[in-house]
């Protein structure tokens, strides 16, 4: 089902055949100051100076203020690169996303760097995650909004969410074993009920991926992938909000792996396609990366409101802000590493990785700053769900990540142990 809004506009459009009809999105856009914890945990310093989050924030908002959407879905619209993909399709216009770029060594400078202007086609649905999800595409642009430096269809893994079960009103801590999701999501109980997540927030360094003989698939060609995202999610986890980052390496049945690819990417699963960041926004092994996800009353909207912001060095993918009335209230924080579902294929073998640490990891119950908490303080009350990834390789249960306890600072480590017969 797609979660529509009610700010969309119906116009008809010929593209090369048939009369298409664009429904597209107008959300205003507002960007938040994200909320540091400041309590609880007796932390000292700034969850600030593990990245220019903050600093940055404010600026992006007046910039992307003064963008004109209705130029840059013009813009789209007009070029060949959209008629080529969109021929004869039925399209929603799911948003204008902006891309920025910040000097990161003084949290400065902000600019606009792109924007990408999001479709969903109506009339293509693919398997996954065990029903049909719609494929889309993105034309992308330059910051003038008036020339077209690419497109690309979401032929894209796709996270599909394990549905662990829904969560109590007290603490329930538990460890849930499944093929493709390794991590932690947690929760916050209030007065013995649980209440609204606002907030997610992690910093990761990427780490490098690689293939070895379980890319091949006995003998076919074959993709592994290591996805790394923060999200929110409702009780029933019938919607997630994310954004991360994914490694990826392709393989052949003649046994040979090319080089790995990084790509950053934000997801409403699963009504709304997996979209990818702009190429210069490049994600590199090293490189520390900040995805958060925020609810609309964060944002100064309501909780059917989300947007999410993916922070590199010196630059800020974004989702548009985007109504989900049927998603309802998000209850889950999650920081997770997964093995993605591929459209069409099913789950990628889950890629070789040098160890993840997830630190900072940060969730936030309401619009308070002093509601705003590391990890650890939901892991220490017992709130928390451990996931870990298990595959059955050779006829025995095995684990493929092994994860840590959270710590002072919400900080945990992965560590890829084998991705047999994954």
Not at 247 to 256: A, E, F, L, Q
Not at 405 to 418: E, L
């Amino acid at each position: 089902m797609l979660y529509i809004g009610p700010r969309f506009l119906m116009v008809m459009r010929k593209v090369a055949g048939p009369a298409i009809i664009v429904l597209l999105l107008f959300s205003s856009f507002v960007l938040s100051y994200p909320i540091q914890p400041s309590n609880a945990n007796s932390i000292s310093g700034s969850v600030s100076s593990l990245s220019c989050v903050s600093q940055v924030v404010h600026e992006e908002e007046a910039i992307y203020k003064g963008i004109d959407t209705q130029k840059a879905v013009a813009t789209a619209e007009n070029s060949s690169e959209f008629e080529a993909i969109a021929n004869s399709h039925t399209l929603t216009l799911f948003g204008v996303a902006p891309s920025f770029y910040f000097d990161s060594a003084t949290c400065s400078g902000v600019s606009l760097n792109a924007v990408s202007v999001d479709y969903i086609f109506n009339d293509v649905l693919v398997a996954s995650c065990g029903a049909r999800i719609p494929e889309g595409f993105q034309i992308f642009e330059n910051a003038g909004l008036d020339r077209v430096t690419g497109a690309s269809v979401t032929q894209s893994p796709v996270s599909c969410d394990p549905s662990f079960g829904q969560l109590g009103i007290s603490p329930t801590s538990s460890v849930i074993t499944n093929n493709h999701w390794s991590g932690y999501r947690v929760w916050y109980v209030l007065n013995g009920l649980t209440t609204t997540e606002l907030y997610a927030d992690t910093n990761f360094v990427q780490p490098s991926v690689g293939g070895n003989q379980e890319c091949y698939g006995g003998g076919a060609n074959q993709t592994c992938a290591l996805a790394i995202w923060s999200g929110l999610e409702n009780k029933t986890q019938t919607f997630l909000a994310q954004t991360g980052t994914e490694g990826s390496v392709y393989c052949t049945s003649t046994k040979s792996c090319g080089s790995p690819t990084y790509v950053g990417w934000y997801e409403f699963a699963p009504s709304v396609p997996r979209y990818t960041c702009p190429s210069t926004d490049a994600v590199s092994p090293g490189s520390t990366m900040e995805p958060v996800v925020e609810n609309g009353l964060e944002l100064s909207g309501t909780n059917t409101e989300y947007q999410t912001f993916l922070f590199g060095p010196g630059w800020t993918c974004s989702s548009p802000l985007t109504n989900f009335p049927a998603a309802g209230t998000t209850y889950y924080a999650d920081a997770i590493l997964e093995r993605p579902t591929i459209s069409n294929i099913g789950l990628a073998t889950l890629a070789t990785f040098s160890n993840v640490v997830n630190y900072g990891n940060i969730e936030c119950y309401s619009t308070s700053s002093s509601s705003c908490f590391y990890f650890n303080t939901p892991y220490s009350n017992g709130w928390y769900d451990k996931i870990e990834l298990y595959t059955t390789c050779s006829g025995s249960s095995v684990l493929d990540i092994s994860i840590s306890g959270i710590i002072t600072m919400g900080n945990f480590t992965s560590t890829y142990k084998t991705n047999c017969d994954t």
